[in-house]
């Protein structure tokens, strides 16, 4: 389980986090949501160590990760989808797919066929390169390379962004897969309430920094109005 507790987190003088609170379950989809600029990003980058935080704890089962570097959580199993997709538009798909070996043991570097079955239009393109496939192409193999990781925690921040209906659909089916497995904690960071709701076990609304919401999906349900009145402008 990931626990986050009471972090703050600065950029200058300027106070990002507010006593953020977040945990996430293996085998279940915690979804993050708010606004743009409210600090949905500012905790992703908290929780992978991209940045440090003032106060407060991070914890994975039990392990203080506060003050592990980038690479050494990532050792430990997670892995992030950013916003952007932020592939190599260079490199073919199989390149960037094989950038996800970084943290992996020697033995542990090959590409999972599995990650085919989840999206079979990145074997038919394994020598294409990146830079040449549409948004919705490029959003499947970043998280193809997230899943080549073996990740035990999962961060995809805003994975249906600028995304065609159809491909979000084959993401969503994909998100609820990995979760029903077992295998690792998901935190989705999302400002499409639907999409959200349809795959969220438990959520968080952020606004300014701070944590005013949190629930499970029969609250998201229940209280539908008053979680949309935070993500609108």
């Given at each position: 389980m ?22 996430a ?29 003032k ?13 592990l570097?980038?690479h ?16 190599f ?7 960037n ?32 390169r990146?830079?040449?496939l ?12 997230a ?19 159809s ?11 990995l ?20 795959l969220a ?8 920094g ?14 539908e ?9």
């Amino acid at each position: 389980m990931l626990s986050v507790s009471n972090i703050d987190l600065y950029y200058g003088a300027s106070h990002a986090l507010r006593s953020v609170n977040l945990h996430a379950e293996v085998g279940q989809v915690t979804c993050v949501l708010g606004r743009n600029g409210v600090g949905k990003t500012s905790l992703m980058r908290a929780i992978l160590g991209l940045k440090a935080v003032k106060t407060g704890s991070i914890a994975w089962n039990g392990e203080d990760m506060t003050r592990l570097p980038v690479h050494e959580r990532a050792r430990r199993g997670f892995a992030i989808v950013p916003q952007g997709r932020e592939i190599f538009p260079r490199l073919s798909v199989l390149e960037n797919l094989q950038t996800g070996f970084a943290p992996l043991a020697r033995r542990d570097r090959n590409i999972p066929e599995e990650i085919f079955d989840l999206f079979p239009v990145l074997k038919s393109m394994l020598n294409r390169r990146g830079g040449d496939l549409s948004g919705g192409q490029q959003q499947q193999l970043a998280i193809g390379r997230a899943l080549v990781t073996r990740p035990k925690l999962l961060v995809l921040d805003e994975p249906t962004e600028g995304i065609q209906p159809s491909i979000i659909k084959d993401i969503e089916r994909v998100i609820r897969l990995l979760a029903d497995r077992g295998t690792m904690a998901i935190v989705l960071v999302e400002q499409y309430f639907d999409f959200a709701r349809r795959l969220a076990d438990n959520f968080i609304v952020m606004d300014r920094g701070e944590v005013v919401l949190a629930g499970d999906r029969a609250y998201m349900d229940d209280g539908e109005a008053e979680v949309r009145k935070f993500l609108t402008v």
